[in-house]
């Protein structure tokens, strides 16, 4: 995915069913996260829902997507008092679109996993901004300041 591509036409399912992605609404921020009730993926999850007031005020609609089933999501959002939606890719397609289904590497060890990433997506559905390998610690601020600048 590069600056100015389309949403991909994938389905994504929510908690109440499946979901177009480009369907959720406009500006959209999609991130990628490896695991539920990980250290990294809780800390990202807490740090969007921290900011949720902010982002729905500049208008953007936030989903977290991972591989993990909707009941793993949903013992997720209870456990941390998270309020940003979370969708599952059970296929792997959505991850596939995104190209976030990468090899990676742990202790010597490798294997095929998501890599953790952010996609902003305007008002008319196309690409702004992407984040690669993401570092959780002040990256769901940089992508504020992102969505931010879309009103200018």
């Not at 089933?69 to 397609?93: C, I, N």
């Amino acid at each position: 995915m590069v600056e100015g591509d389309e949403i991909p036409d994938v389905t994504v399912l929510m908690a109440d069913g499946p979901m177009p992605l480009a369907e959720l609404g406009l500006p959209l921020v999609v991130y990628f996260y490896p695991k539920d009730d990980t250290a990294g993926c809780t800390r990202e999850g807490q740090d969007f829902t921290a900011l949720a007031p902010a982002f729905a005020e500049a208008g953007a609609v936030v989903v977290g997507i991972s591989k993990d089933s909707p009941e793993a999501h949903a013992k997720f959002t209870a456990k941390h008092a998270l309020s940003v939606a979370l969708a599952t890719d059970p296929d792997g397609s959505v991850c596939e679109a995104f190209g976030v289904w990468v090899e990676k590497a742990m202790y010597g060890r490798k294997y095929l996993g998501i890599e953790r990433a952010t996609f902003l997506f305007g008002a008319d559905g196309k690409l702004v901004t992407a984040w690669r390998k993401v570092r959780v610690p002040g990256h769901v601020d940089a992508v504020l300041a992102a969505v931010g600048t879309l009103r200018s």
